[in-house]
């Protein structure tokens, strides 16, 4: 009879030792599953933050207005004070003012400010205008386009 109580004191032992081993793996299990979650919402977060983005488009796209673009880049290509700067932002098809801020590209293409960030932060890596790579992207782009160049 004392041996019988004996067994079944054990196994009460190795359930419960059991329940707690499965309880920990379950609570292991959530605790990932969370973790992971989190890390994901903070990597979109970074991912979507613009201003970040944007100091990188700095380094390879200086901003100033059309007026000081042109005073320089007149001089620099020698032409004449009868050729005027009449440009067109080929993003979204209206003339860029000489007081608007405008981007410049490696490709020395210009365009308006804003519509050159949202194009960069649309993904897009390339000059709207002669497709020329003007940025590598440090993660893979979501948009493949750039690759078909
Ligand atoms: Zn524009
Ligand atoms: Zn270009």
Redesign the pocket.
Known sequence: MGEEKLKKNHLAIVLGIGLGVVLLIVLSLILTIVISRRDRQSFLKSKKDPSERLRKLDKVSPTCTLEKWWATTKGNLGLSEAVDGQFV?A??L?Q?DRTQEIRELLCLHV??R??LEKWFLGDHYNCPLCHRAYYVSDTPPTNDYVWMV
Request: negative net charge; glycine residues 0%; proline residues 0%.
């Open positions: 932002c993003v979204c209206e860029v365009f308006h804003e519509c």
